[in-house]
C-alpha cells in the first residue's frame, strides 16, 4: 500500500507481514503527520471533508474499523490518496480475476 500525497511524494507502507494494529498505526501517523505539515486541526479537516471530528481523531487514533468513503473523503482533504498493490508490486485495481 503506498500513500501518495499529491505533491508527489511517494511514502511506502509495506504491510507485508504485519499486524493490523500496525497497518492502522502506520496510516494513523501519516495522516496526522500531514494534517499537521498543513497546519490544520483535526477540526478543520473534518469541516472540509465534511465529516465529524470524531472521525478526524479515530483515524488519527489509529481505529481499526472505520468507513471507507469517510477514510477518503479526510485523505482526500490531506492531499493524499490510497493505493493498493500485489504483493508483486503491481497496481491491484490492473488484476484481472
Given amino acids: 500500500m503506498w500513500l501518495l500525497p499529491q505533491s508527489g511524494m511517494i511514502m511506502p507502507m509495506s504491510l507485508g507481514n504485519r499486524s493490523d494494529h500496525a497497518a492502522t498505526a502506520a496510516l494513523a501517523g501519516v495522516a496526522r503527520a500531514r494534517r499537521r505539515r ?3 486541526t483535526q477540526r478543520d479537516v473534518a469541516d472540509l471533508a465534511g465529516c465529524s471530528d470524531r472521525s478526524v481523531r479515530a483515524l488519527e487514533q489509529g481505529k481499526p474499523t472505520m468507513r471507507l ?3 477518503l473523503r ?4 490531506l492531499g493524499l490518496r490510497l493505493r493498493v498493490e500485489t504483493g508483486r508490486g503491481e497496481i491491484a485495481a490492473n488484476d484481472e480475476p
Avoid: Q, R
Avoid at 479526510?74 to 482533504?77: A, M
Fill in 74 to 77: 479526510i485523505l482526500d482533504t
Fill in 38 to 40: 498543513l497546519k490544520l
Fill in 69 to 71: 468513503d469517510v477514510l
